[in-house]
């Protein structure tokens, strides 16, 4: 079981916008900052939102993420069928010492 | 373009040693900038942290198989590696090996990942 606490499962039409929420706790999402990573079956991991809500190059600015106290969230805004993947969140915890993830969250576009 | 590249065997037999190295591009290990990590997947499962390297050979581990995992860093090759000792049908994943900023689970790069399937 995962310390952080995601839906298995969000689905949305095309356009709208999803949002994903992580519940933590105090030792890592309320201490450190969220990230959320894509992952395409066989594909390796992208990351997507890092530091709580900032965005690499090249990643539209359709996927956000926020932070409030010990959970954080991605929004896709305007959902498109290529956004069909597993979406982690992930976060260092200070009680581990280490990185953990999410469970993961299977998006479909219906 | 930073590259990472994931190399060993396919095939661990139970009670082995799992081997695996990381060749990294593009970038050097001994810069000092970032982390060097590995992750895997478990199949149809989600992404387990194992732990990370810096140049110097400083390691953090996760708890869950701090006892059976090593991590090393060659920097004349560009390089570092994962053994993960005493593996069992459990340990059949997609490893993955990534760049990581210091104690932050922030992965920028990822090598493509390659399956070590444990059988005998």
């Known amino acids: 079981q995962s310390v952080l606490t995601q839906p298995p499962s969000a689905s949305g039409t095309p356009g709208q916008r999803l949002t994903i929420s992580c519940s933590g706790g105090s030792s890592n999402i309320g201490s450190n900052s969220g990230n959320w990573y894509q992952v395409i079956p066989g594909t390796a991991p992208k990351i997507l939102i890092y530091s709580n809500n900032r965005r690499p190059s090249g990643v539209p600015d359709r996927f956000s993420g926020s932070k409030s106290g010990t959970s954080a969230s991605l929004a896709i805004s305007g959902l498109q069928s290529e956004d069909e993947a597993d979406y982690y969140c992930a976060a260092w915890d200070d009680s581990l010492n280490g990185v953990i993830f999410g469970g993961g969250t299977k998006v479909t576009v219906l | 373009q930073v590259q990472l590249q994931e190399s060993g065997p396919g095939l661990v037999r139970p009670s082995q040693t799992l081997s695996l190295s990381c060749t990294v591009s593009d970038d050097s290990i001994s810069s000092g900038t970032y982390y060097w990590s590995w992750v895997r997947q478990h199949p149809g499962k989600g992404l387990e942290w194992i732990g990370y390297?810096?140049?110097?050979?400083?390691?953090f581990y996760n708890p869950s198989l701090k006892s059976r995992v090593s991590l090393s860093v060659d920097t004349s090759k560009n390089q570092f590696s994962l053994k993960l000792a005493s593996v069992t049908a459990a340990d059949t994943a997609v490893y993955f090996c990534a760049r990581q900023r210091w104690h932050v689970a922030w992965l920028d790069h990822w090598g493509q990942g390659t399956l070590v399937t444990v059988s005998s």
């Open positions: 390297i810096y140049y110097s050979g400083s390691t």
